[in-house]
Nanobody, 122 residues
Framework: QVHLVESGGGLVQAGGSLSLSCEASGRAFTTYAMGWFRQAPGKERELVAHISWSGSRTYYADSVKGRFTISRDGAKNTVNLQMNSLKPEDTAVYYC???????????????WGQGTQVTVSS
């Protein structure tokens, strides 16, 4: 069992930055690949980025590539999402997720956080 708690959401103007953090507790953090999803009102939840257990492999959705950076800190059991050059279309609830294994394999995550709201004003 892995318990995930996100923090760092809020309101920011377009062009600004926010940093999200997800703290994991429970089973060994390094045995899980980690990801960030988001869900905007009326839309399906979408994968934003993921990172392998070692941190050596990352993936970004085209919509955030070059603007967002995912990273993890094994000592602190955290995974972070640095979001720069934010756009109003980035407004959503952002969820942290964990998937057992060294890399982000096919299939849904096994564990989810409760979500944190990010609102980007124009």
């Amino acid at each position: 069992q892995v318990h995930l708690v996100e923090s760092g959401g809020g309101l920011v103007q377009a062009g600004g930055s926010l940093s999200l953090s997800c703290e994991a507790s429970g089973r060994a953090f390094t045995t899980y690949a980690m990801g960030w999803f988001r869900q905007a009102p009326g839309k399906e939840r979408e994968l934003v980025a993921h990172i392998s257990w070692s941190g050596s492999r990352t993936y970004y959705a085209d919509s955030v590539k070059g603007r967002f950076t995912i990273s993890r800190d094994g000592a602190k059991n955290t995974v972070n999402l640095q979001m720069n050059s934010l756009k109003p279309e980035d407004t959503a609830v952002y969820y942290c997720a964990a998937k057992y294994g060294s890399t982000w394999s096919a299939g849904p995550p096994g564990f989810w956080g409760q979500g944190t709201q990010v609102t980007v004003s124009s």
